[in-house]
């Protein structure tokens, strides 16, 4: 037997920090693989956190109440082998391991006075800088409420998004802005990829944010909260520029995920657009390969428990069932324009286009992430990337590099300035 730390899991994609809520195992406790440790409040639900072996709790790091950062050491365990129990933070993130528990969510704790309110509540009250002990709760039994703070219209904190609308040809397209912390520095451009939307770079955003870069992450046509129209690749770059001329200001850091990187290379290849860094995280458009059958089932998706499984191939961890439901939605609302844009993209299970030319002449400088655990696009496709381009390997992350590792992406994006 060893005894090892137990770090605060990533619980979702921008979880950067997690609050305790219950200990469910003492000090002395001995557990089960599987079983349930504590529970952990995340900016979005209430998840539970198993066990990934048999072990002993020897005590605990954290008390209920305490905000803790992700990685952070929570509890000292005893177990059978270190190896198994420092894996704790991937593997507990997985959709399949992690429950939400509805009646903690609303359990008081010693630390605040028997507050009651919901996970968004509190984490619009940290963004905002409100006082959740001043409001009055409009929920069940005085329950605080996400709305509830909004209503206060405090905004202290600028981490804070908002959504602009620009009308485009297409259609309007949404786009998030988060407003730069002290001196601006310039502009960052986000674009996500196929199923995601903005608010899937909350957390690289909030970093670019502090670093004090104006942030703004497109919601691509049939995605988020944009209404416009966009069912191959060509058009799906020229919406994105459009959106981009009218709101940002180069010199400027533009960042492409996936599909993103597609649309943010041919961007940069056409040289309309004052470019400072091109930075493209799990690029598609270097290879032919791709999990064809992970775009088809998000598409063909008709539960949550669809979409949770194909989810996990992003490595990317837990989703709240909220986020789920909506996501389900949306997509079986676009679902023939989702489909049409798939089938634009990829033919016969394999990527139709390629952004080697593309890059071969961006003069700016290039900078590419992968994750070695990518399952949708193999990570070897780095090889053909052209010479001039810096490439970063990050172990132990899948097609969401960004999210295993923000501080990287956040660092290569603002070190040169």
Known sequence: MAEVDLPLPRLGETMEEGRIVTWLKQPGDRFKRGEILLEVETDKTVVEVPALQ?????????????????????????????????AAPKQA??????????????????????????????????????????????????????????????????????????????????????????????????IHGLFADAESYTLLARRLAKGGLRVLAIDL?????SDATGTTLDQLVDTT???????????????????????????????????????????????KEIDASF??????????????????KLDGGALSPSYLQELLARIQSRRPMLRAL???????????????ADLEGVKVPVTAIFGLEDRVIPWQHAA?????????FVKNAGHMPHWAAPNLAADLLLRRH
Do not use: C
Request: charged letters at 15%.
């Open 54 to 86: 048999d072990g002993v709790m020897v005590r605990h790091l954290a008390a209920e109440a305490d905000m803790i950062p992700v990685d952070a050491p929570i509890a000292r365990i005893e177990v059978a082998s270190a190896p198994a129990a420092s």
């Open 93 to 190: 993130a997985k959709p399949v391991a992690t429950v939400p528990a509805p009646a903690p969510q609303a359990t008081p704790s010693p630390s605040n006075g028997g507050l009651r309110a919901s996970p968004r509540a509190r984490r619009l009250a940290r963004d905002r800088g409100v006082d959740l002990a001043a409001l009055t709760g409009s929920g069940r039994n005085g329950r605080i409420s996400g709305d509830d703070v909004l209503a206060t219209g405090a905004t202290k904190d600028a981490l804070a998004a908002s959504a602009i609308q620009v009308a485009t040809i297409a259609g309007t397209i949404q786009v998030r802005e988060w407003p730069a912390i002290g001196q601006r520095r310039g502009d960052a451009f986000l």
């Open 221 to 225: 046509p049939g995605h988020g909260g």
């Open 241 to 287: 520029a459009t959106a981009l001329r009218a709101l940002a200001v180069g010199p400027l850091r533009l960042i492409g995920h996936s599909l993103g990187a597609m649309i943010a290379a041919k961007i940069a290849a056409e040289g309309e657009v004052a470019l400072d860094h091109l930075l493209l995280l799990a690029p598609a458009g270097l290879g």
């Open 295 to 312: 775009i088809d089932g998000m598409i063909a998706a008709d539960s949550t428990a669809d979409l949770a499984g194909q989810l996990a």
């Open 342 to 356: 798939a089938d634009s993209i990829n033919e016969g299970g394999a990527q139709r286009y390629s952004i080697i």
């Open 384 to 392: 053909q990337l052209p010479a001039h381009a810096a490439v970063h």
